[in-house]
T-cell receptor, first 112, second 112 residues
Framework: DSGVTQTPKHLITATGQRVTLRCSPR?????VYWYQQSLDQGLQFLIQ???????AKGNILERFSAQQFPDLHSELNLSSLELGDSALYFC???????????FGEGSWLTVV | AQSVTQLGSHVSVSEGALVLLRCNYS??????LFWYVQYPNQGLQLLLK??????LVKGINGFEAEFKKSETSFHLTKPSAHMSDAAEYFC??????????FGDGTTLTVKP
């Protein structure tokens, strides 16, 4: 158990819909990262927050957004969902911005 | 920009045989390097990390990796494979605070 908690573990939704994935980082960690793992794209970095502020941005679509709240939990919002958005979405956390990152179990999103 | 190449998307070994998973990186500055393991239906778990200290890094479950700057490599090895080592392995590089870049992963199969 890495200490990073993600909910929900599985989610099935229809195209065009919007979902929110939630992440609670390890106790004491200020950085939260979101990754997408799909069969054709592998593990892709989406975005990173540090203590509530966006720190780094990767291959995140405009339809996706994220935020980190004062209690340090984070949410990844996915809207106007397409079939190709079906993937495993990982949250990870670290103490700071240059430390080892630890991953949650992931949220499986299936878009039908 | 940094990048990671994992040579061989699938590696198959017999139980008790040497495990060698290859990782090459490119980076314009000294990198931090990581190996993660992903068991089926689980998140990524840190195996080991190189952070500019000793070039031979020992990790969990008997795995180790050697940082070779001249070869820009960070191959993962284990002297004797166990059935429980069957999983997907990811090499990752980080050169600045925050963003880590992952390889495409190598699926390790262990035959009895």
């Amino acid at each position: 158990d890495s200490g990073v908690t993600q909910t929900p573990k599985h989610l099935i939704t229809a195209t065009g819909q919007r979902v929110t994935l939630r992440c609670s980082p390890r106790s004491g960690d200020l950085s939260v990262y979101w990754y997408q793992q799909s069969l054709d794209q592998g593990l892709q970095f989406l975005i990173q927050y540090y203590n509530g502020e966006e720190r780094a941005k990767g291959n995140i679509l405009e339809r996706f957004s994220a935020q980190q709240f004062p209690d340090l939990h984070s949410e990844l919002n996915l809207s106007s969902l397409e079939l190709g958005d079906s993937a495993l979405y990982f949250c990870a956390s670290s103490v700071g911005t240059g430390n080892t990152i630890y991953f949650g179990e992931g949220s499986w999103l299936t878009v039908v | 920009a940094q990048s990671v190449t994992q040579l061989g998307s699938h590696v198959s070994v017999s139980e008790g045989a040497l495990v060698l998973l290859r990782c090459n990186y490119s980076s314009s500055v000294p990198p931090y390097l990581f190996w993660y393991v992903q068991y089926p239906n689980q998140g990524l778990q840190l195996l080991l990390k190189y952070t500019s200290a000793a070039t031979l890094v020992k990790g969990i479950n008997g795995f180790e990796a050697e940082f070779k700057k001249s070869e820009t490599s960070f191959h993962l090895t284990k002297p004797s494979a166990h059935m429980s080592d069957a999983a997907e392995y990811f090499c990752a590089v980080r050169v600045n605070a925050g963003k880590s870049t992952f390889g495409d992963g190598t699926t390790l199969t262990v035959k009895p």
